[in-house]
């Protein structure tokens, strides 16, 4: 497995990383399960593993540390914090006050003395960055966290976040975590630029657009959502845009076929193939799963390939826009007409 550099930090990590979000009640309930695929995936070569605090309800983060006992200095390990963890209104979010108190619970869910990488999972309108940025770059100060990245942001908010580092002497976000795949293109319209201009390592998350591209939902064989952490309304089949979604798919397939890959394989090396993702991640729950996705890191799309995907879904498009619910608040149309 070839490594790539984490934007400008000198850190070398894997281009899949494994996301954790599957292990525990909210995928995989068995914990030794969900621990040897761990350790099955430091085994292939992958050495990023990300988690957050909220997935299901801080059992991730347990898991994980479980998993990495021994093996925690083979691991670069990211973690995040900002959703809600109980009823209390200030177990949640940017402040100072839940920043410096989760990431003493994180690092207790993880049997570890440091997080390598700790990632404010959302923007937050109405705390601002200074706030956020200030507690953080103590917690880099103390050794607890080693750098710092932020996650769903748009481009004005991640250049607003390096503004603000710069000229209060914080440390900056090096990472930025957003959705990208095939169906989901939109950060390719700014958020992908500004984090290239900024020397920023990005991290995409749901490749498989949250298995749209898994070959789990086609035309007339559409199941529900394994997950109980995926939305029911992003797989409404009778939703025009998710009928458009399962043309797509139909045709990308045809594609991959062609291609002599797996429709799986092909949107995992699209995501990889941009010049300004430095890896995807990749959640699976189970064994199998994560064997289908390694093959992808060593799979290098034609300029012929990349020329037909956006011949289906434009650059910079995303074709579902409630796809982009779950990133910063201005992307939502909602927000562009109020």
Not at 57 to 64: A, D, F, L, W, Y
Not at 67 to 75: H, M, N, P, Q, T
Not at 274 to 293: E, K
Request: net charge negative; charged share 20%.
């Amino acid at each position: 497995m070839q490594y790539r550099p984490l934007g400008r930090t000198g850190v070398q990590v894997s281009p899949l990383c494994l996301g954790a979000m599957m292990f525990g009640p909210w995928g995989n309930d068995d914990r030794a399960d969900s621990i040897r695929i761990i350790h099955a995936a430091l085994d292939a070569g992958i050495n990023f593993v990300d988690t957050a605090d909220v997935y299901s309800g801080g059992v991730s983060e347990q898991i994980v540390g479980e998993a990495l006992k021994d093996r925690r200095d083979e691991v670069f390990l990211a973690t995040k914090f900002f959703m809600p963890m109980g009823e209390d209104p200030n177990q949640r979010g940017g402040s100072r006050r839940w920043i410096i108190r989760e990431v003493e619970n994180s690092l207790t869910r993880l049997n570890t003395d440091y997080i390598d990488l700790y990632q404010v999972h959302r923007p937050t309108p109405d705390v601002d960055i200074d706030e956020t940025l200030g507690a953080l770059s103590d917690l880099v100060h103390q050794g607890k966290v080693r750098y710092i990245g932020s996650s769903s942001f748009s481009g004005s908010q991640i250049v607003e976040a390096q503004w603000a580092a710069k000229q209060n002497h914080f440390s900056r976000f090096v990472t930025e975590q957003p959705p990208y795949s095939i169906l989901v293109r939109g950060i390719e319209e700014d958020v992908l630029p500004t984090v290239q201009r900024h020397g920023m390592g990005t991290l995409t998350y749901s490749p498989l657009a949250g298995g749209w591209l898994s070959g789990r939902w086609r035309k007339n064989a559409a199941p529900t959502p394994t997950s109980a952490a995926r939305p029911s309304a992003r797989f409404d089949m009778t939703d025009p845009a998710n009928q458009r979604k399962l043309d797509v798919v139909e045709n990308l397939a045809q594609l991959a076929e062609q291609t002599g890959i797996s429709l799986l394989e092909l949107a995992i090396a699209f995501v990889l193939t941009h010049p300004g993702v430095t890896s995807a991640i990749v959640g699976p729950r189970t064994m199998d799963q994560l064997q289908s996705y390694l093959p992808a890191a060593d799979i290098t799309l034609t300029t012929d390939v990349l020329d037909r995907i956006d011949e289906l879904v434009a650059p910079g498009v995303t074709i579902n826009p409630d796809d982009n619910s779950y990133g910063a608040h201005e992307l939502l149309p909602a927000a562009r007409r109020r």
